[in-house]
């Protein structure tokens, strides 16, 4: 059974860049036809997506978030990291990482995906 991780810290200053990574076990992350997705949901609102890359290495991201993110992968150590550049207090939410067998933009529940980690706290503010 695939399990997912995320790390990172979880306070980030307005205009740095945010950077989580996902350690994935348990299957690797080139397996065909997987989307590893990030998504985040901020405090009272609902399930973001923000992007994902494919098992061959292929990215699509959220077009709001699209020119502050990039995800890549390091499939040495099964992992995949997303950069937010330029963040704001909006910025602040859980983010979690989460696998697919399709692509999914606009996830109601984590239930659309059919593994995801625990998610991280990440709050914007100096």
């Known amino acids: 059974q695939v399990q997912l991780q995320e790390s990172g810290p979880g306070l980030v200053k307005p205009s740095q860049t945010l950077s989580l990574t996902c350690t994935v076990s348990?299957?690797?992350?080139?397996?065909?036809?997987?989307?590893w997705s990030w998504i985040r949901q901020p405090p009272g609102k609902g399930l973001e997506w923000i992007g994902y890359i494919t098992y061959s290495g292929s990215t699509y991201y959220r077009s709001s978030l699209k020119s502050r993110t990039s995800i890549s992968r390091d499939t040495s150590k099964n992992q995949f990291t997303l950069r937010l550049s330029s963040v704001t207090p909006e910025d602040t939410a859980v983010y979690y990482c989460a696998r697919s067998a399709r692509a999914v933009l606009a996830p109601t529940s984590l239930n659309n995906y059919d593994s995801w980690g625990q998610g991280t706290q990440v709050t914007v503010s100096s």
């Open positions: 348990g299957g690797s992350i080139t397996t065909y036809y997987y989307y």
